[in-house]
């Protein structure tokens, strides 16, 4: 494989092209700051690249361009690619799980419950206090009944094991 330009000590930024949402979705989800538009050119991808993201994609044409700043995952399931990721660039070192949003890679802000109640279900709202809000699209987030899930997925595409990274 080709030697990728890493900036160590900061994590990693980086760009997915048009066939991986489901890749950015996961490493938005893992708290990196990950460029997806299901529009956007290969000159525009590299265009980021070129002021330090990683492009990620599975054009093999594309890395030639820029041979240096471009990860080329083979066709498999979103998990697995993105556990490659974690692989390459030690992603568990970096990861900021859910302070990020998953639509606009925006960092959530924490928000005031009482200034939401319209976008919080009502049992949910009594039991919890902790929410987050995207400052772009305004969708809320908490850590509900579904974390645990969330979590276990998260420690998947990291590729750790639960017990080094537990509580
Ligand atoms: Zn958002």
């Not at 066939?19 to 938005?28: G, S």
């Not at 000159?43 to 890395?63: P, W």
């Not at 976008?119 to 400052?135: H, M, Q, S, V």
Request: one cysteine or more.
């Amino acid at each position: 494989m080709k030697r990728l330009c890493i900036r160590w000590g900061r994590p990693p930024r980086f760009v997915c092209d048009v066939h991986l949402a489901k890749v950015a979705k996961y490493l938005r989800l893992l708290g990196f700051d990950t460029v997806y538009r299901n529009d956007i050119t290969d000159d525009e991808l590299l265009g980021m690249c070129r002021f330090g993201r990683i492009g990620i994609t599975c054009d093999r044409r594309l890395q030639e361009r820029l041979p240096g700043s471009i990860v080329v995952l083979s066709c498999e399931d979103a998990g697995r690619q993105v556990r490659r990721l974690s692989a390459m660039f030690h992603l568990a070192r970096y990861a900021h799980p859910f302070h990020r949003s998953l639509c606009c890679n925006r960092p959530m802000v924490p928000c005031d419950k009482r200034r939401c109640l319209s976008k919080i279900p009502k049992e949910t709202y009594r039991w919890l206090d902790g929410f987050w809000r995207c400052p772009k699209c305004q969708k809320v987030y908490w850590h509900g009944t579904h974390a645990p899930r969330m979590r276990k997925k998260i420690i998947d595409l990291l590729g750790v094991s639960e017990k080094v990274h537990g509580n």
